[in-house]
Nanobody, 122 residues
Framework: VQLQASGGGLVQAGGSLRLSCAAS????????MGWFRQAPGTEREFVAS????????YYADSVKGRFTISRNNAGNMVYLQMNSLKPEDTAVYYC????????????????WGQGTLVTVSS
């Protein structure tokens, strides 16, 4: 799957952003998709995932109740609505998929697409 994330930008703490991901390739069909992020000087971390039928969504504890993942299968799109943003949400956000479960964690082996930078000012 080829993945192109967009929608990042600079926002004040408490604000909102909506990230979009355009996916292409046959493996999008039926797959679990997700978002990861990487802040400067840290490892990439899982943010959220969504099943093909959107019934199964999972979130990192740090974003639960603030972020919402969704998808439009007809348009091969995945979204991440981010509300109540905090400075610690500052990172490059990457769309990923198909995901697999490994040791009870969502895993993506790559290749990673181009991420989108989210900067939250205090």
């Amino acid at each position: 799957v080829q993945l192109q994330a967009s929608g990042g930008g600079l926002v004040q703490a408490g604000g909102s952003l909506r990230l979009s991901c355009a996916a292409s390739g046959r493996t999008f069909v039926g797959s679990v998709m997700g978002w990861f992020r990487q802040a400067p000087g840290t490892e990439r971390e899982f943010v959220a995932s969504i099943s093909w039928n959107s019934y199964g969504t999972y979130y990192a504890d740090s974003v639960k109740g603030r972020f919402t993942i969704s998808r439009n299968n007809a348009g091969n799109m995945v979204y991440l609505q981010m509300n109540s943003l905090k400075p610690e949400d500052t990172a490059v956000y990457y769309c990923a998929g198909p995901l697999a479960l490994r040791d009870s964690n969502w895993y993506y082996p790559g290749p990673w697409g181009q991420g989108t930078l989210v900067t939250v000012s205090s």
